[in-house]
């Protein structure tokens, strides 16, 4: 049985668990029959946050703002273009060999797509044992046995170890990615949109495993997602992206109760509520996204915005302090 090195001194209470630094990921587009270079696809634009330990932090945001590109950068899924990730004090972005193999343990991510994201020639055991074989920890008979333990703990039972990822439901499969996630017991787990695939009588009971999991094994999440119900449900604080970028991020109780960011009051505006007299006047913004290949001068959202004034064309607002533990990118504030 392999025993892993630590990599850092005995973590503090007080620091992040995770730190994102100014993190880029461009990609080149390509455009025409010869692949010709078409500019460049800024996914992912200076951002920069930090994870508490224990804590949830939810990532919400329009598709294509950027959020799945973001998770698979911060754990190295994707290499970055730009930018620092600290993991407990340990540069992610810099780590090679033994230490980055050593540091994956440690994080964790779950796919959107249960089912694209499970190999179909593999078994469900075979599958969930893949990590505990690769990083050499135990022997066959204490694998088998942490895979069937780890099957109990997400609703799955013996009988489910032999079948294959096309044998088991949309709900049955993300159990299964979870308890695959969960196997080399990591500290920081990326949820990327665990439940959008599944049907709604489904997704409360895989929201309620996760719960349940982070207060057994005090685990991290950074949980990626579009539905802002979802999000309050199961978050402490809320991070707001568009376009490659952070623009708000706070406890979940202000963002939902008083957003200041004209993109996240019209994001809550436009959530069905079922409370008499809840909901309030419907905040429209205007046309489309821009394109990340090209993304207009000055703030972001300004083309869409009802509240932009001149200077929202002209300066690009910095992610800043406007309240206790609040951060607004935003001239309004200014």
């Known amino acids: 049985m392999t025993t892993a090195v630590p990599l850092s001194p005995q973590p503090s209470a007080l620091s992040p668990l995770l730190e994102a630094r100014g993190v880029v990921k461009h990609y080149p587009a390509r455009a025409g029959v010869f692949a010709r ?6 996914a992912v634009d200076g951002v920069s946050f930090a994870v508490r330990r224990g804590e949830t932090l939810g990532l919400v945001g329009e598709s294509g703002c950027g ?3 973001l998770g698979r950068t911060l754990l190295r899924l994707l290499e970055p273009t730009a930018g620092e990730v600290l993991f407990d004090r340990l540069p992610v972005f810099r780590l090679q060999g033994p230490e980055l193999r050593v540091l994956r343990r440690r994080m964790q991510f779950v796919f959107q797509d249960p089912a694209a994201s499970l190999d179909p020639r593999m078994t469900a055991e075979a599958i969930v044992g893949e990590g505990l074989v690769i990083h050499r920890i135990g022997t066959p008979a204490e694998r088998r046995e942490a895979v069937r333990r780890l099957f109990e ?10 079948r294959y990822p096309h044998e088991f439901s949309g709900g049955q499969r993300q159990r299964l990615g979870i308890a695959r996630a969960l196997a080399l017991r ?17 997704q409360a009971q895989v929201v309620n495993l996760l719960l349940d ?11 990626i997602a579009h539905d802002l119900r979802l999000v309050h449900h199961v978050s402490d604080r809320v991070a707001v992206m568009y376009l490659g970028r952070i623009v708000e991020l706070a406890d979940r109780d202000a963002v939902y109760r008083e957003p200041l960011h004209p993109y996240t009051q019209a994001l809550l505006s436009a959530v069905p509520r079922l409370e008499p007299g809840a909901p309030g006047p419907r905040l429209h913004v205007e046309g489309e996204p821009p394109s990340p290949t090209a993304p207009p001068p000055g703030c972001r959202f300004h083309p869409r915005c009802p509240k932009r004034f001149d200077r929202c064309s002209r300066e690009d607002p910095a992610l800043k302090p406007v309240a206790e533990g609040r951060l607004v990118a935003c001239h309004l504030y200014d």
């Open 37 to 42: 270079g078409a500019g460049t696809v800024q």
């Open 67 to 69: 959020k799945s590109t």
């Open 186 to 202: 990591p500290e920081l787990v990326i949820c990327d949109e665990p439940v959008s695939a599944l049907d709604v009588s489904v």
């Open 153 to 162: 703990q997400v609703g799955l039972g013996p009988a489910h170890l032999r």
């Open 213 to 223: 999991l982070q207060r057994a094994y005090g685990l991290t999440y950074l949980f």
